[in-house]
């Protein structure tokens, strides 16, 4: 089964709880079963294939940032110079 299924059944709760055998087969066989609770969609049960193929699709926070541009070629220095500027802060009014 693939990710990009179209039909998924949903299951109650109080359902999923009496027929959990029947979800994780369906999950395994038809892909993601969704449990409500209150009319709510609170959880996803996937395949364990299907689950580590979205899980491979994301790196991690490191993985992320090091992936972004070289920022070594921005010149960060500060200007040293002993001028001063007058900062206009308003009279608070």
Known sequence: MT??????????????????????RK????GPQIVT???????VILDMEEYRQL???QPDFKEFLL?????GALDLTRDQSDETRDVDLGDGA
């Open 3 to 24: 990710a990009l299924q179209t039909e998924v059944t949903k299951w109650q709760l109080q359902e999923a709880k009496q027929h959990f055998s029947e979800v994780v």
């Open 55 to 57: 899980k491979g699709k």
């Open 27 to 30: 999950a395994h066989d038809e």
């Open 37 to 43: 609770k209150h009319g709510r969609d609170v959880v």
């Open 67 to 71: 992936s972004g541009p070289d920022l």
